[in-house]
């Protein structure tokens, strides 16, 4: 019989729970404090991502925006935990770094997530067509990863 003194954790009412807790607990301070400054220096292509995707926008799903990525140290321009889903948008300083970046995306894959990299200029120019990819992933890696394995 349970004790009616015991304490016992409850969702918090504004919908973050064990997932978030998993976060914090495996995000150091000092990529907590990265993603932060990130925040504040978001280029337009992020901006206008983020109005896309904020506040469950797009089909329902919560995106979080430069977000530290537990076990590593990368922080993912935009993820969506439930999908295992990292969006990165790539501008043109991402032209001379190609092998760091596949290296990033070998490492976030490595950690059960899937990288979708879209540019700055389809963001601007294609932003429906860069959603719709989006949405289509997500919805794949959620079915995939909610049924039961044979």
Not at 28 to 36: E, G, L, P
Not at 62 to 85: E, G, M, S, W
Not at 114 to 128: C, D, K, M, S
Request: hydrophobic share 35%; with cysteine.
């Amino acid at each position: 019989m349970r004790d009616k003194n015991t304490l016992t954790p409850s969702p918090s009412p504004s919908g973050r729970g064990e997932q978030e807790a998993v976060y914090r607990d495996s995000a150091s301070k000092v990529m907590v404090q990265i993603a932060r400054d990130l925040r504040k220096r978001e280029t337009s292509a992020e901006k206008m991502m983020w109005q896309a995707l904020r506040g469950r926008r797009l089909h329902n799903l919560k995106f979080r925006r430069q977000h530290p990525i537990a076990n590593t140290t990368y922080v993912a321009d935009f993820l969506c935990y439930k999908a295992r889903l990292v969006i990165e948008l790539d501008g043109g300083v991402h032209l001379s770094q190609e092998d760091d970046d596949l290296l990033r995306q070998d490492i976030i894959e490595d950690n059960g997530y899937h990288v979708l990299r879209f540019t700055n200029e389809a963001v601007f120019q294609q932003l429906q067509h860069v959603l719709v990819t989006i949405v289509s992933i997500a919805i794949e890696r959620i079915e995939k990863l909610e049924s039961p394995s044979p």
